[in-house]
């Protein structure tokens, strides 16, 4: 399996990939929940944490990628 980490960078880089419709699913522990990130919402990815607006997540958090309902990851 890829790992996280080179699949979003994989991603954010390949011109030949569209980045619509891609959700990277992580759990929240403060809620204690699966959340959705829409993958144009990141920022960066600064050493192993996913960068956003308004937060980090850190990347052994993430659990699944869908592309339009479709897995291509999950952990």
Known sequence: MIPIKDLINKIRWD????????????????????????????????????VLYNKEVPLHRVRKVTKFGKVLWER
């Not at 522990?29 to 990141?42: D, L, P």
């Open 15 to 50: 011109k030949d990939l569209d980045r619509d419709g891609y959700l990277l699913h992580y759990v929240d522990r403060i809620v204690n929940s699966i959340k959705e990130i829409k993958f144009n919402e990141i920022q960066s990815i600064e050493g192993d944490f996913i």
